[in-house]
C-alpha cells in the first residue's frame, strides 16, 4: 500500500474569528492511499491547540509502515488529526475496493440529510447582528462567543437578527464558573439551547457543582472513548470531531459509548472542505446537534462537493467519498 500526504489551503468566505484567534484561509492535509487500481483519500485539519502542526502531522503520517489495516491504525498513531485523515482514506479505498459504500461497510443504514448548525463569527454586537440577519433563514445558529460581559450583548444581537432560529454559543474555554452563572439564565431567556466547553479542558470540575441550568457540552474536554469517564457529572453532550478521535473508525464506537452512558451527542468539525465532512456525515446521523458547516464557510471548495439545502447536508456522493 502507498501512502502520500499533500497540503491544501482553502480561502474562507470571510475572516473567521473565535476566543483563541482569526483566520482567513482553512489550511487541510489531504492523505491519500493506494492499492492497485484504488484510491483512497481523507482530510484532517491539525490543530494547535492540541499540539499538531502541518509538518508535524504530515511527519507522522509517512513514518506509518507500508503495511496495516484499520485495526493496526488504531495502535499505530494516537487519537488526532494524522489519524484521522488515513483511517478515512482506508474506509474509502476499502469501499471502492468493495464497490460498496462505506456506511453499508460499517453495518450503518443509509445515511439521509441532516440539519446542520451555521456558525457565526465571534464579532461585535453590531457584526453578529449583521450576520444573523443574513442567515436568519437558518434554522440552526451557532455563535462564538469570547469570554467576556459583552456577550450577553452578542447574543441579544444574534436574537434580534434571527427572531426565529434556534441558537447554541460556543465559549471555547473562555468562561469562568461566575460568568458561566451570570450567562446562563440570560441566555436561556433569550432563547439558548446549549453552551459548548465554557471552562478550559482539564480545569472543568467547577462543573460539577454548578446547577446545569443551561445544558453542557464536551468539545475540547472530549476526544475518545477513554475520556468519558472523566467526563460523568460534568457534561450533559460530547461534541464528536473526527480530528479528535482520529478518525471515522472510533468516532463510530464513542458516539455508541457515549449514547450508552447517558451523554447526548454533537458531531462537529473543525474548518475544513467537503472531503472532510464527509465521513462524518455518517456519524451525524440521529445526532441531537449536527455542526457540519465547514463548507459553508469557504469561498473554495473540492471539485465535488457536499451538497447542502433545506433539508440540511447530504450525504456525500460516490465522487467526493465513501
Given at each position: 500500500?502507498?501512502?502520500?500526504?499533500?497540503?491544501?489551503?482553502?480561502?474562507?468566505?470571510?475572516?473567521?474569528?473565535?476566543?483563541?484567534?482569526?483566520?482567513?484561509?482553512?489550511?487541510v492535509?489531504?492523505?491519500?492511499?493506494?492499492r492497485?487500481?484504488?484510491?483512497?483519500?481523507?482530510?484532517?485539519?491539525?490543530?494547535?491547540?492540541?499540539?499538531?502542526?502541518m509538518d508535524s502531522?504530515?511527519?507522522?503520517v509517512?513514518?506509518?509502515?507500508?503495511?496495516?489495516?484499520?485495526?493496526?491504525?488504531?495502535?499505530?498513531?494516537?487519537?488526532?488529526?494524522?489519524?484521522?485523515?488515513?483511517?478515512?482514506?482506508?474506509?474509502?479505498?476499502?469501499a471502492?475496493?468493495?464497490?460498496?459504500?462505506?456506511?453499508?461497510?460499517?453495518?450503518?443504514?443509509?445515511?439521509?440529510?441532516?440539519?446542520?448548525?451555521?456558525?457565526?463569527?465571534?464579532?461585535?454586537?453590531?457584526?453578529?447582528?449583521?450576520?444573523?440577519?443574513?442567515?436568519?433563514?437558518?434554522?440552526?445558529?451557532?455563535?462564538?462567543?469570547g469570554?467576556?460581559?459583552?456577550?450577553?450583548?452578542?447574543?441579544?444581537?444574534?436574537?434580534?437578527?434571527?427572531?426565529?432560529?434556534?441558537?447554541?454559543?460556543?465559549?471555547?474555554?473562555?468562561?469562568t464558573?461566575?460568568?458561566?452563572?451570570?450567562?446562563a439564565p440570560?441566555?436561556?431567556?433569550?432563547?439558548?439551547?446549549?453552551?459548548?466547553?465554557?471552562?478550559?479542558?482539564?480545569?472543568?470540575?467547577?462543573?460539577?457543582?454548578?446547577?446545569?441550568?443551561?445544558?453542557?457540552?464536551?468539545?475540547?474536554?472530549?476526544?475518545?472513548?477513554?475520556?468519558?469517564?472523566?467526563?460523568?457529572?460534568?457534561?450533559?453532550?460530547?461534541?464528536?470531531?473526527?480530528?479528535?478521535?482520529?478518525?471515522?473508525?472510533?468516532?463510530?464506537?464513542l458516539?455508541?459509548?457515549?449514547?450508552?452512558?447517558?451523554?447526548?451527542v454533537?458531531?462537529?468539525?473543525?474548518?475544513?472542505s467537503?472531503?472532510?465532512?464527509?465521513?462524518?456525515?455518517?456519524?451525524?446521523?440521529?445526532?441531537?446537534?449536527?455542526?457540519?458547516?465547514g463548507p459553508?464557510?469557504?469561498?473554495?471548495?473540492?471539485?465535488?462537493?457536499?451538497?447542502?439545502?433545506?433539508?440540511?447536508?447530504?450525504?456525500?456522493?460516490?465522487?467526493?467519498?465513501?
Amino acid at each position: 500500500m502507498e501512502i502520500s500526504v499533500t497540503t491544501n489551503s482553502f480561502k474562507l468566505a470571510q475572516v473567521f474569528t473565535i476566543s483563541r484567534g482569526s483566520r482567513t484561509q482553512a489550511d487541510v492535509l489531504t492523505v491519500t492511499v493506494a492499492r492497485g487500481d484504488h484510491r483512497g483519500w481523507g482530510e484532517c485539519v491539525p490543530y494547535a491547540r492540541y499540539g499538531e502542526t502541518m509538518d508535524s502531522v504530515a511527519a507522522q503520517v509517512k513514518g506509518l509502515p507500508r503495511s496495516f489495516d484499520r485495526d493496526d491504525l488504531l495502535t499505530l498513531l494516537p487519537a488526532g488529526a494524522a489519524r484521522n485523515a488515513v483511517d478515512c482514506a482506508l474506509w474509502d479505498l476499502e469501499a471502492k475496493e468493495a464497490s460498496r459504500p462505506v456506511w453499508d461497510l460499517a453495518g450503518l443504514p443509509a445515511p439521509k440529510p441532516e440539519i446542520t448548525a451555521y456558525t457565526l463569527s465571534l464579532d461585535t454586537p453590531e457584526a453578529m447582528n449583521a450576520q444573523a440577519a443574513k442567515n436568519a433563514y437558518r434554522p440552526l445558529l451557532k455563535t462564538k462567543l469570547g469570554g467576556g460581559a459583552e456577550d450577553v450583548e452578542r447574543i441579544r444581537a444574534v436574537r434580534a437578527g434571527a427572531l426565529d432560529a434556534r441558537i447554541i454559543v460556543d465559549a471555547n474555554e473562555g468562561w469562568t464558573p461566575e460568568l458561566y452563572q451570570t450567562l446562563a439564565p440570560v441566555l436561556i431567556g433569550l432563547g439558548v439551547e446549549m453552551v459548548e466547553q465554557p471552562f478550559p479542558a482539564g480545569d472543568d470540575d467547577a462543573l460539577l457543582k454548578l446547577d446545569r441550568v443551561l445544558p453542557v457540552c464536551a468539545d475540547e474536554s472530549c476526544h475518545d472513548r477513554s475520556s468519558l469517564d472523566a467526563l460523568r457529572g460534568k457534561y450533559d453532550m460530547v461534541n464528536i470531531k473526527l480530528d479528535k478521535t482520529g478518525g471515522l473508525t472510533e468516532a463510530l464506537e464513542l458516539k455508541r459509548a457515549a449514547l450508552n452512558m447517558g451523554f447526548d451527542v454533537m458531531v462537529g468539525c473543525m474548518v475544513g472542505s467537503s472531503l472532510a465532512m464527509a465521513p462524518a456525515v455518517l456519524v451525524a446521523q440521529g445526532a441531537a446537534v449536527v455542526d457540519l458547516d465547514g463548507p459553508l464557510l469557504l469561498s473554495e471548495d473540492r471539485t465535488h462537493k457536499l451538497f447542502y439545502d433545506a433539508a440540511g447536508v447530504h450525504p456525500a456522493s460516490v465522487e467526493l467519498w465513501g
